[in-house]
């Protein structure tokens, strides 16, 4: 029966992937090979597709809805303007999308270019609709676009370049000018752009993703292909969408009807939840991945790997094997999991070798052999365990490394009871300044005063303020210094264009600056502060009646004195705290209102004790 | 070399703004003539006149809630990543189980079972798996509309063998001379969507032994195998000698009322399954995950669902077939599915498009022409095809606009 198969199908082979993936099972391995998260999906997102089961949308649909959000959002981060009654085709995941992308416009004998290395499906998709895949490779080990070679694999018969950016698996986001140079190819040989941008959420270090569309006459000839899985982490869901000029997405909707004729309803509606997520929501995705990303790298440093190409982009480092290692990449990749207990993919995969007709010298194909690719779309927990088979592993051989641990703000302080608290630790996006502040009382209600630095990432003091503020209690000290901190910052040229990091050791701080507009109280003290007051008007009563007489004077007078300072303190003090109980508004510098001065929320950090 | 001219005004640099002038993305040419399908044009008329829809195959009323709960418990309980690509292990082991409560065969789960985005992805990624540009396919008109398109997708040669009312019968002379040692495969749809028709043992019979002699491929969509109503479903692959070259496609959307979960699977054997398996890398990667998990808690259902699935609709077959023989159609008996054809040539219409659009402006009731589902579409100008999977008020309403509104000619 083997004569029965397509010739198509018979030069199909399994992906290399999934069988070391089924080796890295029967040993346990961690994996960091597939491009998949570990971690949960976000838990609003899952409960919107609970809720769409049980309200009964379960039958065949197409949700309008979502491409309306995808128009605004195409519109918003490219300033593309796409009809979202026509120009958009809801498919099962982006592979759909972009199978169905391909059968739309490739006809047999149709060239399509593609950058290798280059994510394997696409050569399958390609080969049947009857296209033929022509390579133009990237340059290691910056993975650079070379005009030339692109220039010179045009042919009459190209019909489409295929451009996957963010990239897997080198994490390569490719630069304006790679897109001009790409755009200009398009526009001269008259082809079609289709675009795989399933990453297009997850850049890092002030890289933005553009899309080839936003060119100068691009957006006619660009097919657009994404999806939900990878920002969303629902790969199992098969979202996915094209986006391109009217008369192509109606192709690609018809053939998608005939492929699967609709994607997963529930999920459809899920999808417009997903979609309208804050803009916070992405900001977290990729400091956290900017996070993991870091941490691998450090990672593979400290077993010997010297990574010449930092990922701008996706969830995959592809990293060169160090110089000394011998092994070829699937080589590695086998003793990794079984002496290391980890799983990575050998890069060979994803090269495609001779591209034109040239007969490659073993020599310039060689480092299609010495490359791995690593996901870091895990849990910290998965890639912290990474690190401790890592560390054994080096350790086993002598070369006495320490293990690559998480980084832990407070590993340096020393407070045994109680223990210290992580709250939060997230890198900012972008430049970021940091104020240390700190309130200040001389005992326990005194004389106040607050003080604070600013400096920036160079560690180049930017502001620096310190004043007395009357008589104060520790708590309102620290608050107030944190807002004269934010109030200081939302006025200063860098407000726009830098994050704050607030360092305070204040715990209050911390509800406050989730409600600005509601002055904060510490119960606590305001209680301590009435019944000191209390206390102080009852011993003074008795000081002033004929009780006096009973107290030796000496005593009393010391004590007085005392009492009356105190007195005088909680009487202030606690006048004020039931004021701001009462929020009455009589001191407005507690409200704190800072709408619209700043760019993005501080990032808060503090240290202390709970 | 040749480049292309700049005299399509394409490029617009100077400002910067792109222009949309021409359209310079061309459909690959197999494609240019599918456009959008019957259904959707149907719908939106449908919804247009507030017309009751007896028209596109889908239920108005929900999935069973053991079903339902399944999947709400699988997302909850994290299953949101890639599932194996050709199914969750768990589910395929539910298919096997279930093929063999069917039909006796005993299969491998993992070698012989592939899980995809609905039957009609499991068709298209059988076209494109084991079909090469040139091949001999024969179909049975009228059929699903998908067929022709993934057919063309494939490349393939199509020969078409009509089926006619009043009891769509297989022509067996005409079946002898289409197949030839040049035929690729066969595509068979039992129960049969339009017609509600299905293949009985001695059609099946006959249509294997040509099989085995002439060395074709056979590919059975039987997503409807649980509506069977007069007679008794029969499996090709479970015929003898045909299991090794039979591939048997179904859905969960027909038989638990939830379609728009896009659950599908192909069986065949390892040889075939391979290619099939090929082409869905290719088309879609992986299947939904929750839906598979609730979709092998659906599988294990006890035959008191079945058994009652087919009451309810037998029921609401009386009330259509009841109300439109009353109405004054021709009505052609189904055995199978949830659709009935009918001649709708007693009321004066030239053919079956104009008869329903007629039906939904002035009637308010939607039925489907039944050219679309030929090769030739004269030959399904006097029939529509109704549904009944709709509730039963539905169904009565639809009979009295019917009955009041429609008269004949």
């Known amino acids: 029966m083997e004569e029965k198969l397509s010739s198509v199908a018979k030069t199909f082979t399994p992906s290399p992937i999934q069988e070391l993936s089924h080796l890295a099972q029967r040993c346990n391995a961690i994996n960091l090979a597939e491009g998949f998260p570990d971690f949960p999906a976000p838990p609003c997102i899952k409960q919107a597709a609970v809720s769409a089961i049980n309200n009964d949308f379960n039958q065949y649909r197409h949700v309008q809805g979502i491409c309306d959000q995808l128009a605004l959002k195409m519109n918003k981060m490219h300033g593309l303007n796409i009809d979202p009654l026509t120009d958009i085709a809801i498919c099962c995941g982006q592979t759909e999308a972009f199978a169905a992308a391909v059968f739309s416009i490739i006809d047999k004998g149709d060239e399509v270019l593609l950058f290798d290395p280059c994510y394997e499906t696409y050569e399958g998709c390609i080969a049947m609709a009857g296209g033929i895949p022509v390579y133009v490779p990237l340059d290691p080990p910056r993975w650079t676009l070379d005009p030339e070679k692109l220039m010179s694999s045009f042919t009459s018969r190209t019909k489409a370049v295929v451009l996957n950016s963010p990239h897997n698996p080198t994490g390569k986001v490719f630069s304006r000018e790679e897109l001009e140079v790409i755009a200009e190819c398009c526009r001269r040989w008259d082809c079609v752009a289709i675009t795989d941008e399933v990453y297009e959420y997850i850049t890092f270090d002030d890289q933005k993703h553009e899309t080839i569309a936003s060119l100068p006459g691009m957006q006619e000839r660009t097919i657009i292909t994404s999806s939900l899985s990878k920002t969303f982490s629902i790969t199992g869901w098969r979202i996915g969408w094209a986006i391109a000029p009217a008369s192509a997405a109606s192709a690609i909707r018809n053939i998608h009807v005939k492929i699967t004729d609709s994607a997963p309803a529930p999920f459809q509606e899920a999808a417009l939840t997903a979609l309208s997520s804050p803009t916070k929501y992405f900001e977290m995705l990729r400091i956290e991945y900017q996070l993991k990303r870091d941490f691998c790298m450090k990672l593979l440093n400290s077993v010997g790997f010297r990574i010449q190409f930092k990922p701008q982009g996706s969830f995959f480092l592809f990293a060169e094997l160090p110089k000394d290692c011998l092994l070829s990449d699937v080589e590695y990749v086998k003793e990794l999991i079984r002496q290391a207990g980890v799983v990575v993919v050998p890069g060979r995969g994803f090269f495609h070798g001779k591209s034109g007709s040239d007969q490659p010298s073993d020599e310039s194909f060689r480092h299609q052999k010495r490359y791995i690719r690593v996901a870091f779309c895990k849990t910290e927990a998965r890639l912290c365990a990474a690190a401790q088979k890592f560390g054994e592993l080096m350790n086993a051989r002598g070369h006495n490394r320490d293990v690559v641990s998480w980084p832990r703000i407070l590993k340096d302080i020393t407070v045994d009871n109680p223990k210290p608290i992580l709250r939060s630790w997230i890198k900012p996006s972008r430049n970021h300044v940091k104020f240390n502040i700190d309130g200040a009382v001389e005992g326990g209600v005194e004389k106040a005063g607050i003080g604070g630095i600013l400096r920036n990432s160079d560690n180049v003091t930017l502001i620096i303020f ?10 309102s000290a620290e608050l107030l210094t944190i807002r004269e901190a934010l109030v200081m910052f939302a006025k200063s040229k860098w407000s726009k264009q830098s994050s704050l990091i607030l360092e305070t050791d204040c715990t209050l701080c911390a509800n406050w600056l989730e409600s600005p507009t509601s002055a904060p109280v510490s ?24 009780n006096k007489g009973k107290i030796s004077s000496q005593i009393s007078e010391l004590v007085g004195d005392a009492l009356l300072l105190v007195t005088y303190s909680s009487l202030m003090i606690a006048w004020r705290s039931i004021l701001k109980g009462l929020k009455l508004g009589l001191d407005e510098r507690w409200y704190l209102n800072l709408e619209g001065s700043m760019d993005s929320e501080p990032l808060l950090f503090f240290y202390g004790r709970k | 070399m040749s480049t292309s001219s700049t005299q399509k005004d394409t ?9 949309i002038t021409q359209q310079p993305v061309q459909v690959a040419k197999r494609l240019e003539k599918f456009k959008t399908t019957i259904f959707t044009q149907m719908s939106m008329l449908a919804i247009k006149h507030g017309a009751i829809n007896l028209g596109q195959g889908f239920p108005n009323f929900d999935g069973p809630d053991f079903v339902k709960e399944a999947a709400i418990q699988a997302i909850k309980d994290g299953k949101n990543q890639y599932a194996r690509g050709y199914g969750v292990p768990d589910f395929n082991n539910a298919l096997a189980a279930r093929f063999k409560k069917d039909t006796g065969l005993v299969i491998d789960p993992d070698k012989e079972v592939t899980v995809t985005s609905g039957c009609t992805e499991a068709i298209a990624a059988t076209m494109l798996g084991l079909i090469n540009p040139g091949d001999e396919v024969i179909l049975f008109a009228p059929f699903y509309d998908s067929y022709e398109a993934t057919l063309s997708m494939a490349g393939a040669k199509i020969k078409c063998i009509t089926l006619r009312p009043p009891d769509f019968a297989v022509p067996i002379d005409e079946l002898k001379s289409a197949i030839s040692k040049n035929t690729r495969a066969i595509l068979i749809n039992t129960p049969h969507n339009p017609t509600g028709k299905m293949f009985t043992r001695e059609e099946l019979n006959t249509i294997a032994s040509l ?11 039987e997503v409807y195998d649980k509506l069977a109503f007069e007679m008794d479903h029969i499996s090709m692959a479970s015929l ?8 048997t496609m179904n859905s969960l959307g027909k038989t638990f009322s939830l379609t728009g979960w896009k659950i599908g699977w192909a069986i065949a054997p390892p040889h075939l399954t391979w290619g099939v398996r090929q082409a869905h890398s290719f088309l879609t990667f992986a299947t939904s995950t929750p839906m598979q998990w609730a979709a092998t808690v659906a599988l294990r259902a006890p035959d008191s669902y079945f058994e009652e699935l087919k009451r309810d609709y037998m029921a609401k077959k ?3 077939v009841q109300g439109l023989k009353d109405v004054g159609f021709k009505v052609f008996p189904s055995s199978g599915t949830y659709f009935v054809v009918v001649d709708h040539t007693p009321f004066g219409l030239e053919n079956d498009i104009a008869f329903c659009e007629y039906l939904i402006k002035e009637v308010g009731v939607v039925a489907i022409p039944t050219s679309v589902f030929y090769l030739n579409p004269e030959d399904g100008k006097n029939l529509v095809r109704f549904t009944f999977c709709k509730d039963e008020e539905t169904l009565r309403s639809a009979v009295e606009r019917m009955k009041e509104k429609l008269k004949k000619k």
């Not at chain 1, 119960?523 to 004929?546: G, R």
């Open chain 1, 466 to 475: 310190s004043k007395a503020i009357g008589f104060s209690d520790a708590t």
């Open chain 1, 523 to 546: 119960f606590k003290n305001l209680i301590a502060y009435i019944l000191l007051l209390c206390a102080s008007c009852v011993w003074l009563f008795l000081v002033n009646t004929e």
């Open chain 2, 11 to 19: 490029v617009s640099t100077h400002d910067g703004t792109p222009q």
């Open chain 2, 211 to 221: 099989c085995i002699e002439n060395d074709v491929l056979v590919f059975m969509d």
């Open chain 2, 240 to 247: 003898p000698g045909m299991y090794e070259r039979t591939v």
């Open chain 2, 318 to 320: 009386a009330i259509l």
